[in-house]
């Protein structure tokens, strides 16, 4: 499947890695949903104090597999049960009752950026980017968290234009909490871990819930909204012509 969860003996955080580089772990209905689970049952286990997501080798998520949705093309029902599923997958990372933490060494592209800026904070290496695509097959990428924390204008950037976001720069917009040299992000990964397991469980998940409150709704009633356009756009006669031609 592509999707190994971990827990560390020695530590006491779990970790979901996704490993499908064949396809720069992009993501199907099978692999995002077992991140949930692996999401949800790391945050549900007392011995759990955070959860890491990461990808390897070198891709943190290239997004959804573009074939997974020519396959579905006829079938309009099958396509939007996998937006539904990646809608899922954000929202179970952010209501995870744990700290999480995404782990980018190389690329993260539409859905694998929203994923990442679904956790709580984020450690990139210095071959880290972020990335939106989409527009240029059809389909609406997922840009709420993206638009809530670096704004608008970078939204529009990177939609529009197909221009990546360096490691730096996304640091800069306050999109990535730690920058390091690629062979410094396992040990910067352990130093943020352990600041965050030495809290104590039921304040951080209160502290958790009080930030949802603060603009989980603006973003979830933006996500819903995106979900009509993007019916609307996996029905327009030509998207099955448009995603084929990307995938080749």
Not at 118 to 124: K, P, Q, S, Y
Not at 153 to 162: G, I, R
Request: proline letters at 4%.
């Amino acid at each position: 499947m592509g999707v190994e969860v971990t827990v560390d003996p020695e530590a006491d955080y779990g970790t979901v890695l996704l490993d499908r580089p064949e396809c720069d772990n992009a993501l199907g209905m099978e692999e995002t949903t077992a991140i949930i689970d692996g999401v949800e049952l790391l945050g549900g286990n007392d011995d759990t104090a955070a959860v890491v997501l990461r990808g390897r080798p070198e891709v943190f998520c290239s997004g959804v597999r573009v074939e997974s949705v020519t396959e579905r093309s006829g079938d309009v029902d099958a396509t939007t049960a996998l937006i539904d599923r990646t809608i899922e997958l954000y929202r179970a990372v952010e209501t995870c009752p744990v700290p999480t933490v995404a782990v980018l060494e190389g690329p993260a592209t539409s859905v694998g950026c929203e994923l990442a800026l679904a956790t709580d904070l984020r450690v990139a290496g210095e071959d880290a980017e972020l990335a939106l695509d989409g527009l240029e097959f059809g389909m609406v990428p997922p840009f709420e968290r993206l638009r809530r924390i670096a704004g608008e204008s970078v939204a529009n950037d990177l939609a529009f234009t197909d221009r990546r976001l360096s490691a730096r720069e996304a640091a800069g917009h306050g999109l990535f909490n730690r920058v390091v040299p690629n062979d410094a992000v396992d040990e910067c990964v352990r130093s943020v871990v352990d600041s965050v397991t030495d809290k104590r469980a039921r304040t951080v998940e209160q502290y958790k819930r009080a930030l949802r409150y603060a603009d989980g709704e603006a973003v979830a009633d933006t996500t819903d909204y995106r979900r009509q356009l993007e019916y609307v756009c996996v029905t327009d006669p030509g998207f099955a012509e448009r995603a084929s031609r990307h995938v080749e």
